[in-house]
């Protein structure tokens, strides 16, 4: 008894050795499957594509091809293309780093319940792409493409899946702007800046652009213009409300009669080089109850002038006849908006090359002094009198003068201090800047008679006591 037992043991054992035996060889067998691929598995035209959808998170997109491609859930749908293109291009020579062969189970490699299912057709062939697990060891994903084999991706397809609808959607550009020849305003601002090298209608080498008022040609700053141009370019419209808008919804989003309308004539050069005039129209509006409320408030006098900056701005923006509305930034709606004479003019009430002067003509305190020049090649000599001068304080002082306010009031308080500047400039051969008495912080800046701004009182203090320390020294 004690024998047969122990020989029932043995053959227990011998049995349990024999599995375990076989077991082995099974995953040796099975590893031997797996192999190092390194190849590419997939090969499709993106040109012969028909047809692309895919399932993810619970979500089906598909979209085909009608020369050109077309939502099929709405045809008004305006299409990315390039991201179309993105997202097959990625299979025209679609690489994997592994093959595991005569796969059995599917689920270990999360592809019996895949993530993500591409279905790609062509005229001749359909192609269905299951996209699995991600492995953590080998930092790969898993993809089936229904030929009894699993890979690993060199590249994880679902990282271009894992989009939304919005992100298919083409949107409106705003343009680069190289070479503007024209911007008009519409609505809230009404006049037109155009484009003028070398003009004899400023005394600013750098002024381009100009408008015009009442019969005057008035510079502009190149700089702030240019700033301006570069808030639409970078404007970044992606935030829409509908791709396909309605009457009904133009005039909702105040843009059946816009705020503002802006039209910018530019060119720019085409891939052979070539030089094409094109045209840019903006429609900005800000939300319509949010602007009637804005103008029955100005009538308040209490009214805090800095209210608009702190509270909440709703608006939209419209890119020429687009059919998509776009919810833009208050920021972007202030830069925007902020399209007057006074936002794009020269801040600086002296505008030259500090180098153009050849004499300034000083009345302080009723008393006139005379700063000359002489060029010593490329240099020019500053005198008083027949002092040589170092000119950095008067300079620095002249061109710091600034407008913290724009106004036309004529002066009524004291002159502090005039001076007439004699240029290098055989259109503009001088140009006098006032500055009188306004209030405590502030004085009023007048330019060849006329008001222009106000400036800071501080600034007409630094300007006086650079006059002195060359006078009384």
Not at 115 to 141: A, F, L, P
Not at 421 to 428: K, Q, S
Request: glycine share 4%; aromatic share 10%.
């Amino acid at each position: 008894m004690k024998r047969s037992k122990r020989i029932y043991v043995l053959l227990g054992v011998l049995a349990a050795v024999c599995i375990a035996t076989f077991a082995v060889f099974q995953i040796e067998e099975y590893k031997e499957k797996i192999s190092d691929n390194n190849s590419i598995v997939l090969e499709l035209s993106v040109e012969e594509v028909t047809s692309l959808s895919w399932e993810y998170d619970g979500a089906t997109f598909a979209f085909h091809n009608e020369d050109g491609w077309i939502y099929d859930e709405d045809a008004a749908f305006p299409v990315d293309e390039d991201k179309i293109d993105q997202l097959l291009s990625q299979f025209e020579a679609f690489r994997v780093a592994f093959v595991i062969e005569d796969v059995e189970d599917y689920d270990q490699y999360g592809l019996e319940d895949p993530v993500c299912i591409v279905h790609i057709e062509t005229e001749q062939q359909s192609y269905e792409i299951k996209i699995g697990n991600y492995s953590e060891i080998d930092s790969q994903r898993y993809v089936s493409l229904g030929d009894g084999n699993v890979y690993l991706a060199m590249e994880d397809p679902l990282s271009s899946f894992d989009i939304s609808i919005s992100d298919m959607i083409k949107h409106d550009a705003t343009p680069i702007f190289l070479q503007v020849n024209e911007i008009v305003f519409a609505g809230v601002e009404n006049y037109y800046i155009y484009y003028q090298e070398d003009s004899p209608d400023t005394y600013c080498d750098s002024d381009v652009y100009f408008t015009e008022q009442n019969g005057d040609v008035l510079p502009l700053s190149s700089q702030r213009v240019n700033d301006y141009l570069d808030d639409i370019s970078i404007l970044g419209l992606i935030d829409y409300v509908t791709y396909n808008v309605s009457e009904e919804e133009l005039t909702s989003y105040g843009l059946t009669s816009p705020e503002l309308t802006i039209i910018i004539a530019y060119t720019e050069e085409s891939d052979t080089g070539e030089e094409i005039d094109n045209q840019f129209v903006l429609y900005v509006s800000r939300d319509p109850e949010e602007l009637a409320a804005k103008e029955n408030s100005q009538d308040d006098e209490e009214t805090d002038t800095n209210a608009e900056d702190e509270e909440d701005i709703t608006a939209y923006a419209r890119v020429g006849n687009s059919q998509i509305v776009y919810q833009i930034s208050a920021e972007d709606y202030l830069a925007l908006t902020a399209a007057s004479y006074d936002d794009l003019r020269h801040e600086e009430v002296f505008t030259a090359d500090f180098a153009k002067i050849t004499q300034i003509d000083i009345s302080l305190e009723g008393t006139e002094y005379t700063v000359s020049t002489e060029k010593d090649g490329n240099q020019i000599l500053y005198f008083y009198q027949e002092d040589e001068l170092t000119i950095s304080d008067l300079q620095n002082a002249l061109t710091a003068l600034s407008a913290a306010q724009f106004t036309d009031e004529r002066p009524t308080g004291q002159e502090e201090i005039s001076l007439t500047l004699y240029l290098d400039d055989e259109n503009h051969p001088q140009v006098q800047i006032q500055l009188y008495r306004y209030d405590g912080s502030s004085c009023l800046a007048v330019v060849d008679g006329t008001p222009i701004c106000l400036v800071a009182r501080s600034q007409a203090v630094d300007l006086i006591e650079a006059v002195h320390a060359i006078v009384l020294n």
